[in-house]
């Protein structure tokens, strides 16, 4: 049964997240240091090429998707952006402590969103719309591998809502330029709207899959 296999990267370093600030759609580049941090990790780890790039249309994720799938053929999709924190944005968690709209949004739940902002619930259905879009059109296109460059909320929400098997939150955290790789059927993802998740990425050297080479 032919799998589709796809990389899910978080982009680069910010200065907004250098600062400790909510930034959803606040549409901010990388940082000189988040840039030299992606070169770095391009020329130390492998990040193989790929069919299609499809990438969150903020700055910080275009640009990411520049340096590390540079010429790829590259569509944006609005769907992928990070979520919106509304009153929260730009905002450091030490700026809102005495805030009792904060304090409640940190208690967490689906259909609880900061003032203005976005649910969680929102977020999920968004990413589950971002994979069906990116999954039927990589088998439209006919390709099988592909890379979604997009923010770390995002990648978390994909893969502890649809991914297989289940891990922990935290499991799921992933630094600047990295992030896990997927593997799709069209069957489990019809049947289950599930995925398995196959490890973390890029690659070392050492971990290189023979096929990458």
């Known amino acids: 049964m032919k799998g589709y296999k796809i990389q899910l990267i978080r982009h680069g370093m910010t200065e907004a997240n250098t600062d400790g600030r909510y930034i959803g759609l606040t549409d901010i580049p990388l940082s000189a240091e988040g840039i030299k941090e992606l070169y770095d990790k391009r020329e130390r780890l492998v990040y ?3 069919q299609k790039v499809y990438t969150s249309p903020l700055k ?9 799938h540079n010429g790829a053929y590259t569509a944006e999709l609005g769907l992928l952006a990070e979520m919106n924190f509304g009153d929260f944005e730009n905002k ?3 700026q809102l402590a005495g805030d009792p709209a904060y304090k409640k949004w940190l208690e967490g739940g689906l259909d609880n969103p900061p003032p203005n902002g976005e649910s969680a619930r929102d977020v999920v259905n968004r990413c589950y719309e971002a994979l069906n879009i990116i999954i039927s059109d990589m088998m439209y296109e006919g390709f099988t591998s592909a890379a979604v ?25 992933c ?10 059927t069209a069957a489990m993802w019809q049947r289950s709207g599930a995925f398995e998740l196959l490890g973390r990425f890029p690659y070392t050297r050492e971990e290189t899959p023979e096929d990458e080479d």
């Open 48 to 50: 193989p090429p790929v």
């Open 92 to 94: 450091k968690p030490e």
């Open 149 to 173: 460059i997009t923010h770390s909320g995002i990648i978390m929400d994909m893969l502890s809502c649809f991914g297989m098997p289940k891990l922990t939150p935290n499991d799921y955290r």
């Open 60 to 68: 910080r994720c275009t640009q990411t998707a520049d340096i590390l």
């Open 175 to 184: 630094d600047f330029g990295e992030g896990f790789e997927i593997m799709v």
